[in-house]
Structures are given as structure tokens and as C-alpha cells.
């Protein structure tokens, strides 16, 4: 059976402290690109497999456009979300569906309530229901059927990894990340998703994250026009307050994270980060990537430390601040 990194293979990259005890830690692996793509840094195994999981959706939402879903802007920024599920990222991803149409009937992805707290209150005071169009999928999804819609392919089984468009996908996958998959299995959300070494999918990212939208080749333009529009409208990939929003607002990066801890982040001027956190957390990851960034020169440490402040980083005794999250000593 095939496997992530082992203890053995984990770093320290965050601690928990409470009142100068340290209680908690989370280990993993982390790597460092330059902007010319060069590992400058690594911690731990970064050649151990891991599942990206949301950290893949912007391969995933590269492929779906070449393939012709022709997004822009909000619409475009939403295909590479892992939304809060709120009333306006709703709004769009119907938008996505209905000109193509396509209704929320046509996403096989589960139905579920928003994560935004507020809007998820306000549904259940109206008696709503949980629904696809809300899944912090969704967004995906809806691109992925506008793909098919527009290659001509079977908007049915469209999930199914044997599926024209999966087969695609799993192609610019390889392209981008220069290995091939090493096993595929199926998210959250239903959609098949890639193992990849913690290095390939740092490769991946880099070659979206530095891409230009005026490149003479058009897999670089998509991705070029893709970090563009997530960068114009940070709200769209997360939500309000919310970590990946919060890094692309405050520091300019391109960030996405992903279950079990996985994170992927490109500074602007395309140095980059990808880690995984053994244990799944995901509350240092934003922190630890960004700690990364700014070791290599890429991020200024005072940005850095002015938005841990609006990370939820704070460890509370007695609704009092007693310690924090921090970047551990294996970084």
C-alpha cells in the first residue's frame, strides 16, 4: 500500500504554547522553490507521495479551462475555491452553471451547509437544506461540467476518473508537476484526486504561480490569467476572514490549502512553498508557509508577523491570550 511521509521522515514545523508550556506540536514536510524553480530548502522527506487535496484544485481548474470552460474573473477565481459557501459565492457558482446550461441538479458533488457560520444561522432560522451549489466544491465542480459542455463530452459520470475529462486533467497534472501520478484516489467532494511527491506538487504550483498571462503558450496564459483573477478577488477562494483569503489580501501571495494539512503558496516574485502536515491540522499551515516564504526573502518577516494577528493563532485561558501557534524549530 502506498503512503504519505512517516514520523521518521517529519520535522518539527509548528509548536502550541500555553503559558510558556508547549503542549501540542505538528510535524510534516516542507520545500522551498527559488522563482527560477530550484529547491532551495527542504524539511523533512519532501520526496514522500502525499494527496494534495484542495492544494490540487488549481492543476484541476488549469485543465478544466483548457480544456474550454471559458471562465473570467470572479467566475474564473471560484474554479480553484474551496468557498465558505456563502450567498455570493453561491451566486457565482450559479452563474458558472447557468451559462453553460447547466443547473445545480448536474453537480455530483455532495450536498452540504456553508462553513461561513453567519449564512449557514441564516439558513437554518429560514429551515433551508444543505445543497450542492453550498460545498466548498461547488466551484469546481460547476467547471468541470462547463469543460465537458464545451469539449462536447458527457456531462454524466463526469467524476468518474476514466472520464475524458479526468483522463485530461490527470494529464496536465503530470505535465505541470514533470512525474507521473503515483496513485489516484477520490476527495471529499467525490472528483478524483492525485498522489504526488510533496516536491511535484511544489513544482506544479510554481510553474501556476509564476506564469504570465501574456506567455506565448497557452497552458501558461491560463494559469498566468488564473492566480491573476484569484489575486483581483481574494474572497472568492475561501471567504471573508478566512486563511487563504487573509494571506492573498495582506501578503499578496497565491495561496491554497488542502485537507490533512497540505498547503501550497507562491510569493510574488514565484518563490514557493508546499507542506504537509503529518497529523492533518491545518491551523499552522498558513503561518508556516508564510514564516518559509519570508526566510527565503520573498515576504518581509513584519508582514509576516502582522497577519498571524487575523490567523486565529491565539490560545485562550479564561477567553484570555495565554500562548500561541508558531513555526516550529525544523524550519
Same mark, same amino acid.
Given at each position: 500500500m502506498l503512503e504519505t511521509l512517516t514520523v521518521q521522515d517529519a520535522v518539527e514545523l509548528a509548536v502550541v504554547e500555553r503559558s510558556g508550556f508547549v503542549e501540542s506540536r #505538528?510535524?510534516?514536510? !516542507?520545500?522551498?522553490?527559488?522563482?527560477?524553480? &530550484?529547491?532551495v530548502a527542504r524539511h523533512g522527506n519532501v520526496d514522500a507521495l502525499v494527496l494534495p487535496r484542495s492544494s490540487l484544485k488549481p492543476l484541476q481548474a488549469v485543465a478544466c479551462i483548457t480544456a474550454g470552460a471559458a471562465l473570467e474573473g470572479e467566475q474564473l477565481a471560484l474554479s480553484t475555491a474551496? #468557498?465558505?459557501? @456563502? &450567498?455570493? #459565492?453561491?451566486?457565482?457558482?450559479r452563474d458558472i452553471l447557468t451559462e453553460g446550461g447547466l443547473t445545480e441538479d448536474h453537480l455530483d458533488c455532495p450536498p452540504a451547509w456553508p462553513t461561513d457560520s453567519a449564512t449557514r444561522d441564516e439558513m437554518v432560522r429560514e429551515h433551508g437544506q444543505? !445543497? =450542492?451549489? %453550498?460545498?466548498?466544491?461547488?466551484?469546481?465542480h460547476a467547471a468541470m461540467l462547463r469543460a465537458c459542455v464545451a469539449t462536447g463530452w458527457d456531462t454524466a459520470g463526469y467524476l468518474d476518473p476514466?472520464?475524458?475529462?479526468?483522463?485530461?486533467?490527470?494529464?496536465?497534472?503530470?505535465?505541470? $508537476?514533470?512525474?507521473?501520478?503515483?496513485?489516484? !484516489?477520490?476527495d471529499?467532494?467525490?472528483a478524483p484526486v492525485h498522489a504526488l511527491t510533496l516536491t511535484g506538487l511544489a513544482r506544479a504550483? #510554481? %510553474?501556476?504561480?509564476?506564469?504570465?498571462? %501574456?506567455?506565448?503558450?497557452?497552458?501558461?496564459?491560463?494559469?498566468?490569467?488564473?492566480? =491573476?483573477?484569484? =489575486?483581483e478577488h481574494p474572497w472568492t477562494i475561501d471567504g471573508p476572514g478566512r486563511p487563504d483569503t487573509v494571506a492573498i489580501e495582506q501578503l499578496g501571495v497565491f495561496a491554497k490549502g488542502?485537507?490533512?494539512?497540505?498547503?501550497?503558496?507562491?510569493?510574488?516574485?514565484? @518563490?514557493t512553498v508546499a507542506l504537509k502536515m503529518l497529523d492533518g491540522g491545518a491551523r499552522a499551515s498558513t503561518i508556516? /508557509?508564510?514564516? +518559509?516564504?519570508? %526566510?527565503?526573502? $520573498?515576504? =518581509?518577516?513584519? $508582514?509576516?508577523?502582522?497577519?498571524?494577528?487575523?490567523? /486565529? +493563532?491565539q490560545v485562550l485561558g479564561g477567553g484570555h491570550p495565554v500562548g500561541g501557534v508558531r513555526p516550529g524549530s525544523g524550519i
Open positions: #505538528h510535524a510534516g514536510a !516542507a520545500v522551498v522553490l527559488s522563482p527560477d524553480g &530550484d529547491v474551496s #468557498h465558505a459557501g @456563502t &450567498d455570493r #459565492h453561491a451566486s457565482v457558482v444543505p !445543497a =450542492r451549489l %453550498r460545498m466548498n466544491c461547488s466551484g469546481k476514466a472520464h475524458p475529462l479526468q483522463v485530461h486533467i490527470r494529464d496536465v497534472i503530470e505535465r505541470l $508537476a514533470g512525474e507521473k501520478v503515483a496513485h489516484t !484516489a477520490i471529499g467532494c467525490g504550483i #510554481h %510553474r501556476i504561480g509564476s506564469a504570465s498571462d %501574456r506567455s506565448p503558450f497557452a497552458l501558461h496564459r491560463v494559469a498566468g490569467s488564473l492566480v =491573476r483573477a484569484v =489575486r488542502g485537507a490533512e494539512g497540505v498547503m501550497v503558496m507562491v510569493a510574488p516574485n514565484g @518563490t508556516v /508557509a508564510a514564516t +518559509l516564504l519570508s %526566510r527565503a526573502g $520573498a515576504l =518581509r518577516q513584519d $508582514a509576516v508577523d502582522s497577519v498571524a494577528g487575523d490567523l /486565529a +493563532l
